[in-house]
């Protein structure tokens, strides 16, 4: 499954292109991880899964003031 949203969808409530970017990647290290350690084998790509999460809510990007809308 492919997963590609629209950028102004994800970045609503002024969140930051950069603060996207580095949650994104965080939590998707912590996804391929987290099925390293339960041997688990995953189909999709750890960066469309992480993306997924921050969409529907699952995962909240907490940003500083100052870096908003960069």
């Known amino acids: 499954m492919k997963f590609n949203p629209s950028?102004?969808?994800?970045?609503k409530d002024h969140m930051s292109r950069y603060s996207l970017v580095?949650?994104?990647?965080?939590r998707?290290?912590?996804?391929?991880?987290?099925?390293e350690k339960n041997g688990e084998?995953?189909?999709e790509k750890t960066v469309s899964l992480a993306l997924e999460e921050i969409?529907?809510?699952?995962?909240?990007v907490v940003e500083p003031e100052e870096i908003r809308n960069i």
């Open 28 to 35: 998707a290290r912590e996804i391929s991880e987290e099925a």
């Open 41 to 43: 084998i995953l189909t």
């Open 7 to 11: 950028l102004k969808n994800v970045l």
């Open 55 to 60: 969409v529907d809510g699952k995962v909240r």
């Open 22 to 26: 580095i949650a994104t990647a965080k």
